[in-house]
Nanobody
Framework: QVQLVELGGGLVQAGGSLRLSCTAS????????MGWYRQAPGKQRELVAG???????NYADSVKGRFTISRDNAKMTVDLQMNSLKPEDTAVYYC?????????WGQGTQVTVSS
């Protein structure tokens, strides 16, 4: 069993910043890839940013240059620094960890960006 707990969502004005944090525990190791996904009302869940065990990162085009993902393998945490937030970033953000076919999800945290 793997548990993922997200913290840091909330309400922010457009142009503001938020930092999301996810802590993993249980049967998980630093070999797992980790990432952040989001799902807006009426839309499919989409990848926002991912980071491999080796530290390679990838981002959705819509957040490049504004969001930064980072991980701490010793603490088993993955953070998402979100700057220059836009109303279209409003969504429930989910932390995910994967290894092979195994994928684990956090419970999600709401991010709301007001215009």
């Amino acid at each position: 069993q793997v548990q993922l707990v997200e913290l840091g969502g909330g309400l922010v004005q457009a142009g503001g910043s938020l930092r999301l944090s996810c802590t993993a525990s249980g049967s998980i190791s630093s070999f797992y890839a980790m990432g952040w996904y989001r799902q807006a009302p009426g839309k499919q869940r989409e990848l926002v940013a991912g980071v491999t065990s080796g530290g390679s990162t990838n981002y959705a085009d819509s957040v490049k240059g504004r969001f930064t993902i980072s991980r701490d393998n010793a603490k088993m945490t993955v953070d998402l620094q979100m700057n220059s937030l836009k109303p279209e970033d409003t969504a429930v953000y989910y932390c995910a960890a994967s290894w092979g076919e195994d994928v684990y999800w956090g419970q999600g945290t709401q991010v709301t960006v007001s215009s």
